[in-house]
């Protein structure tokens, strides 16, 4: 059951903290449990988790990598607020290309508002999904760096637990 505790608890560790880390933050909060015990809640309520609120950023990194599902390969579309450095949204996909893209900065834009927002890329691709959607975006390798380290978060994770991710496209989202 996901308690407000245990959601608190899952969302820390979707945050970036390790099991540990989150074990010390609730303990700083007066709530001991153990990591096994966050181990547990981060596999089982995962999947019902709600997505992030809706934010107004001014400035949004926006980039995908590839992922391993059950032995298939999909691609994880991710934003996140370089303000903030909130990861705003996060769809994972069966292919690669402009479509899913454009797809993924569809429902973003649709989420949030992003009126003044100025969305920053590594990939010229984006450019064409950017101007189909009438949002200002460009090319910037210098605060895209952020979204990278993400990913090499997000991959290191995967690889300490398994060689591909095991579980559900949801749960890698």
Same mark, same amino acid.
């Given at each position: 059951?996901?308690?407000?505790?245990?959601?608190? %608890?899952?969302? &820390?560790? /979707?945050?970036?903290?390790?099991?540990?880390?989150?074990? /010390?933050? @609730? /303990?700083?909060?007066?709530?001991?449990?153990?990591?096994?015990?966050?181990?547990?809640?981060?596999?089982?309520?995962?999947? +019902? +988790?709600?997505?992030?609120?809706?934010? +107004?950023?001014? !400035?949004? %990194?926006?980039?995908?990598?590839?992922? !391993?599902?059950?032995?298939?390969?999909?691609?994880?579309?991710?934003?996140?607020?370089?303000?903030? $450095?909130?990861? @705003?949204?996060?769809?994972? *996909? $069966?292919?690669?290309?402009?479509?899913?893209? /454009?797809?993924? &900065?569809?429902?973003?834009?649709?989420?949030?508002?992003?009126?003044?927002?100025?969305?920053?890329?590594?990939?010229?691709?984006? !450019?064409?999904?950017?101007?189909? &959607?009438?949002?200002?975006?460009?090319?910037?390798?210098?605060?895209?760096? &952020?979204?990278? $380290?993400?990913?090499?978060?997000? $991959?290191?994770?995967?690889?300490? *637990?398994?060689?591909?991710?095991?579980?559900? !496209?949801?749960?890698?989202?």
């Amino acid at each position: 059951m996901a308690t407000p505790v245990r959601a608190f %608890a899952v969302r &820390l560790h /979707a945050t970036g903290c390790s099991l540990r880390e989150t074990e /010390a933050i @609730l /303990a700083s909060l007066g709530v001991e449990h153990s990591h096994q015990a966050n181990f547990q809640w981060v596999h089982r309520l995962t999947d +019902s +988790s709600p997505d992030p609120p809706t934010a +107004s950023p001014s !400035r949004v %990194a926006v980039d995908e990598t590839a992922v !391993r599902v059950n032995g298939d390969l999909y691609w994880v579309c991710d934003t996140i607020d370089l303000d903030t $450095k909130l990861i @705003l949204d996060a769809q994972i *996909f $069966k292919r690669h290309g402009t479509d899913p893209a /454009a797809a993924f &900065l569809h429902r973003f834009t649709e989420n949030h508002d992003c009126s003044n927002t100025s969305f920053l890329t590594d990939s010229y691709g984006y !450019r064409t999904d950017f101007a189909r &959607l009438g949002v200002s975006g460009q090319v910037d390798y210098t605060d895209q760096n &952020l979204i990278e $380290k993400w990913f090499h978060t997000l $991959k290191q994770r995967i690889d300490r *637990f398994h060689h591909s991710w095991v579980g559900s !496209r949801r749960s890698v989202r």
